[in-house]
C-alpha cells in the first residue's frame, strides 16, 4: 500500500512509581501489515498498549494518527479513532447477550430504540465470518472461554476498526479456533487493515507478522522486517544477555525430607487430580501458559479458594481446606502473583506490612496489646536483611516503594519466621533485573536453609535459571516433570502445550 | 442439575408469586375476588411506582435510602404552593416532580462527582430532605384541596381506576427504556462490571447519575400518588417507605448486586407481591402483630434467594480449565 504509516508513537514514554515501564519507544503502523510485538513479562508491551488505548497518557512522546495528533482520552476515543483492542483478558458483561454485548457502545438504532434486527443482523454477519453458529440473542455467560474470546474479537470487527491490536488472543482458543483466527488476521490485511499482534508463542508471531518489534525493559531492543527474525534471534533479543550471568550460583541441595506434599488435589473445571511433593531445601519451578491453572492451584494449596477433593501435607500434617490461618501455621507461606491488591497494605509503612502476618507473635500474652518496640527491631532487621531501599521503615507507605522492592517487602512478612514450604506465584513480575537477582538470591538462600520453595512462573528461562525440578502444566494437569540435568527449553513447552491442541504450534526457542 | 436449579432461582419472583396467590386465595376465598385483586393493585401503585424508580438505581449496584424523604420533602412543597401560594394543582405537581428530580441530583451528584458510597451519600439526603419538608410545614399535617384528592378516584373510560392507569404507564415507559434503549442495556452493563463497562468506553458516571435523578422523579410522584389517596400529609409521611421500595424491587428478582432485575414483569410483580401480602395478612385475620414478622421472612427469603442465585451464577463462571464433557455436552456433539 501507501508508505505513509496510519499510525505512529514516537519517542513515547511512561514510568510508574519510578519504575519506567516505557522509555523512549518509536513504532510505526503501515496499512495491510501485521505488527509483531515480542518482550518477556513486564517488557513494557500492555503498557503500551494501554497508552495508545486511552487507559492513561504517556508521560513523554506523541502519537500519530494519519499524520495528525492523537491523544485519546478515554477507551471510547481509541474506539472512535479506529483502534480496536482484543484483550487477553475478556472484556464481556455475561448478563448481556452476544447482541448486546458486540453492540455494547453504540447500538443500532432506530430513533430512541434499539434496531433489534439490524442488531442480530450485523451480529450473525461477524459470527459468521468467525465460523460460530450461535443466536445472536444467546447470554454470553452461556458460553465457554474460548467462545467467549471469539465474541471478544466479534466485537471489535464490528466496530470496522482500522487498527486491532490483538493481545496474547489464542490462550483460551482451541487449535481449531486459533486457526480460523488466523484466516480471519490474513483477510483483514488483505482489505488493508493494519495489525499488531502480541503475544509469547514466538511460531505463530514468525507466521503471521510482517513487521517486528522487540521490547525489554521498556526499551525497543530490535525491530525491523519480520522474515529477518528466526526465532532464536527474537529470543536473545528479548532476553538479551547470557542466561548464565542473570542467575545467582546455586547453594541448595535438595534434602529427602518433603516440605509439601499435595495428594490428588481436584475441583471440577480448574485442576485435576494433581499430585506433588516439594522437598526440604528444593526449588521445585512450576510452568504452565496463562490459564493452565497454574495460579488456581498454588491459591487452593495455600486454602485461598476451596477445592472438592484431595489433600494438603506440610511436615506430615494435613492443612485444613481453605483455611490459610492453619497453613501458615503449619509453615506455609504464599506470595501472591497479585502484589498490588493482595500481598501488600499500600498506603501502609514497611513494619506494618511485614509484621502483618506474625503479629500475635508480638503481642503481650496477658494484655494482648503489641509490643511495638520489638515490633519495629524485627522488621527492621528483615528490611536491612533484605536491603529494602527506602527513606523509613517505619512511616514510608509501601506505595511510594519501586516495583522490586515491595516485592521484598512482600517477601519479608513470610521471613519473620523461616516457612517450611514456601510457593511463589510470579514472583519477579514488573520488577527490575536488578531487583530480580536479589530475589533470585533470597530464594537461594531460603533453599539453602532448608525451606521447600516452589516457584510459578511464565518465564521459563527463569526457572531454568533457579529451580532444581520443573514440573510442566496444562488444562488444569500436571504433564510431565524435568529434573535440572535434563532441562530443555523445547521438550519443556511441548509439555506446557500438550493437552493444548492437536497441532504444534510452538516454535522452537534455545 | 444446574440448569434446572439455575432456571428456578431466575424465575423466583413467578413462584413465589404463585404461592402466595394461592396460599391466600385458600386460606381466604373472598381475596380472589375481582374487586380485592383491584384493590390490591391500586393499593400497589404508590410503592411501585417509588420502587421502579428504585429499580434503576439498584441495577447500578447502588441504592438510594432517600425516597421516603424526598416524598415528603416533595409533598410539603406541593402543599404550601398550593395551599399558600394559591398555585394551580398542575403546575404544584410540575413543581413537585422538578423538587424530586432535584434531590436526585443531589445524590447523582455525592455518588459519582464526589464519589462517597451510595448507601452514606442517600442516607445524609434522607435526613436532609426530611429536615427540609419539617422546616416548610413545622411538623403540621398539610391537608390538600379535593381537586386534588378527587384524581384518585376518577375511572379512565369509566373502568380504570387512575391510580393503576398511571402505574402501567409508569412500568410501560421504564419497562421500554431498559429493554429496548442504548442507555437502558448499557446500565446492565455497568451494574455487571463497572470497571468493564468504563473500559468497554461507556460513560458510567453519566448512566449511574440518570438512575437517582430518575429515582427522585419517581418518588416524588409516588408521593403525589399517595396523598391524592390520604388527602393529608404528616410528618411522618414516607417513613419507611425506601424500605418497602427496596423490598418490591428484590421481591421482583432485582439483584442487591446490580446488573440484573426488570421492571416488567420483575418489580411489577413485586409491588403487587407486597400489597398482596399486606392485603392477604387482613384478609386471613393474622394477629395484627405477627404481620410484620411474616412481612420480614417473606422479604429475607426473597434476599436470600438473590444471594443464591449470585454466588451460584459466579460458581458457574469460574473459569473451566480442564478439557471436561461440559461444554460438548451442552452443544450435543461429544468429539472431545
Known sequence: ?510 | MNKLKLVLLNNATFIIFIVIFIVFGVLSPRFLAYKSLEIIVVNATFIGVIAVGMTFVLLTGGIDLSVGSTMYFSAAVLGYLINDLGVSIWLGMLVCLLVGLLIGTFNAIMVTRIGMVPFIATLITMVLARGAGMFITRSVPVDYPESLTTLDAINVFGVIPMPILLFALVVCVASVFLRSTQPGRQLYAIGNDPEGGRRAGLNTRRLTAMTYMICGICAALGGIVSIAQLGRVNANFGVGNEFDAIAAAVLGGTSLFGGIGTVFPGTFLGAVMIQMIQSGLVFTRIDLYLQPIIMAAIIFLAVLVDSIRSSFIKKLQRRNITKQTDGAARSGSANG
Open chain 1, 1 to 510: 500500500m501507501d508508505d505513509q504509516p496510519i499510525f505512529q508513537c514516537k519517542g513515547v514514554s511512561k514510568a510508574f512509581f519510578g519504575i519506567k515501564a516505557l522509555d523512549n519507544v518509536d513504532i510505526d503502523l503501515r496499512c495491510g501489515r501485521a505488527l509483531g510485538l515480542i518482550g518477556e513479562n513486564g517488557a513494557g508491551k500492555s503498557t503500551l498498549m494501554n497508552v495508545i488505548g486511552g487507559f492513561f497518557p504517556p508521560d513523554a512522546g506523541v502519537m500519530l494518527l494519519d499524520g495528525k495528533p492523537y491523544q485519546p482520552e478515554s477507551a471510547l476515543d481509541a474506539t472512535r479513532a479506529g483502534i480496536g483492542f482484543i484483550h487477553q483478558e475478556l472484556n464481556l458483561f455475561p448478563n448481556l447477550t452476544i447482541a448486546e454485548n458486540i453492540f455494547i457502545d453504540d447500538f443500532p438504532r432506530r430513533g430512541p430504540l434499539i434496531n433489534r434486527k439490524s442488531m442480530a443482523e450485523r451480529t450473525t454477519r461477524v459470527l459468521r465470518t468467525l465460523g460460530m453458529d450461535f443466536s445472536p440473542w444467546l447470554k454470553v455467560e452461556r458460553l465457554m472461554p474460548g467462545e467467549r474470546q471469539m465474541v471478544e474479537i466479534a466485537r471489535v470487527l464490528a466496530s470496522d476498526a482500522r487498527i486491532i491490536i490483538f493481545d496474547e488472543p489464542t490462550t483460551s482458543l482451541t487449535a481449531k479456533e486459533t486457526e480460523k483466527l488466523f484466516v480471519l488476521m490474513e483477510q483483514l490485511k488483505t482489505k488493508g487493515g493494519t495489525i499488531v499482534y502480541i503475544s509469547h508463542i514466538l511460531g505463530d508471531v514468525e507466521k503471521l507478522c510482517d513487521d517486528l518489534v522487540v521490547l525489554r525493559d521498556g526499551r525497543i531492543t530490535a525491530s525491523g522486517l519480520c522474515g529477518d527474525f528466526s526465532v532464536e534471534r527474537m529470543v536473545s533479543n528479548m532476553i538479551g544477555r547470557d542466561i548464565g550471568s542473570i542467575y545467582p550460583p546455586k547453594k541448595n541441595i535438595p534434602g529427602d525430607g518433603v516440605a509439601l506434599a499435595v495428594r490428588n488435589l481436584s475441583q471440577s473445571g480448574i485442576v485435576n487430580d494433581i499430585s506433588l511433593e516439594l522437598r526440604e531445601g528444593e526449588v521445585l519451578g512450576v510452568f504452565g501458559l496463562m490459564g493452565s491453572g497454574r495460579t488456581e492451584l498454588m491459591r487452593m494449596i495455600f486454602g485461598v479458594d476451596d477445592y472438592e477433593s484431595g489433600e494438603v501435607v506440610v511436615g506430615g500434617a494435613a492443612v485444613k481446606r481453605s483455611n490459610p490461618r492453619d497453613a501458615i501455621d503449619k509453615g506455609m507461606a504464599f506470595i501472591t502473583e497479585n502484589r498490588r491488591d493482595e500481598g501488600l497494605l499500600q498506603s501502609f509503612p514497611i513494619v506494618d506490612n511485614i509484621d502483618l502476618v506474625y503479629l500475635r507473635d508480638f503481642v503481650h500474652p496477658v494484655t494482648r496489646l503489641v509490643n511495638k518496640k520489638k515490633v519495629a527491631g524485627e522488621s527492621a532487621r528483615i528490611a536491612g536483611e533484605l536491603r529494602i531501599k527506602c527513606a523509613s521503615v517505619d512511616r514510608q507507605a509501601v506505595k511510594s516503594l519501586s516495583g522490586g522492592n515491595q516485592q521484598k517487602v512482600v517477601l519479608g512478612k513470610w521471613l519473620v519466621k523461616k516457612p517450611r514450604a514456601l510457593i511463589m506465584d510470579e514472583p519477579t513480575r514488573g520488577i527490575d533485573v536488578g531487583a530480580k537477582y536479589e530475589v533470585y538470591n533470597i530464594i537461594n538462600d531460603l533453599a539453602a536453609g532448608g525451606s521447600g520453595v516452589m516457584v510459578v512462573s511464565s518465564e521459563l528461562g527463569e526457572l531454568m535459571g533457579i529451580a532444581d525440578r520443573i514440573i510442566a502444566m496444562s488444562r488444569g494437569e500436571i504433564i510431565q516433570a524435568f529434573e535440572r540435568g535434563e532441562f530443555d527449553e523445547e521438550a519443556i513447552m511441548r509439555a506446557a502445550f500438550r493437552v493444548h491442541g492437536d497441532s504444534m504450534r510452538m516454535g522452537s526457542a534455545k
